[in-house]
């Protein structure tokens, strides 16, 4: 059974920029839970996290600059994530993420509940910060 997270986060950036850094397969020092992106095709990339986790992922909707989804695979999980965005009349950029992820190995529900949103937590912190440093683009 999946289990689901879901996070609302508001950043102060325009859509057009907020749209550019996530949906960027190149530009990813800001992610503190990235090493390396690597660009498979056009709809697959594969991320590797600091410890060496190899993750797969597949754009299954691209609609710039409102929506992005994509299925995702690796040794312990497979998934779908879901990434909307909404233009705020302040020049800002709202977030609304949900991951749904089944495990491959058990593990207690409420452990795979407290992992999802300690990383939705910390995704939205990193591009936070990112987004304080990056001008809105015009």
């Known amino acids: ?5 879901q996070i609302r986060h508001t950043v102060p950036a325009n859509i057009q920029t907020v749209w550019n850094t996530v949906t ?4 990813y020092a800001w992610r503190s839970d990235v090493q390396k992106i690597e660009q498979l095709n056009a709809t697959q990339f594969r991320e590797y ?3 060496g986790i190899s993750t797969l992922f597949t754009v299954t ?4 600059p409102n929506l992005w989804a994509f299925d995702m695979e690796n040794d312990t999980f497979s998934g779908h994530w879901v990434g909307r ?3 705020l009349d302040n020049g800002h950029t709202e977030l609304n993420f949900t991951e749904s992820i089944t495990l491959k190995k058990w593990l207690p529900r409420w452990l795979v509940q407290f992992y999802l949103r300690r990383q939705q937590r910390r995704y ?6 990112k ?8």
Do not use: H, K, V
Request: glycine share 0%; hydrophobic share 20%.
């Open 1 to 5: 059974m999946p289990t689901q997270s």
């Open 24 to 27: 960027s397969l190149t530009d």
């Open 49 to 51: 996290s600091p410890s």
């Open 61 to 64: 909707q691209s609609q710039p």
């Open 85 to 87: 965005f909404t233009a």
């Open 124 to 129: 939205c912190r990193d591009l936070y910060r």
């Open 131 to 138: 987004l304080q440093q990056t001008p809105s683009e015009i």
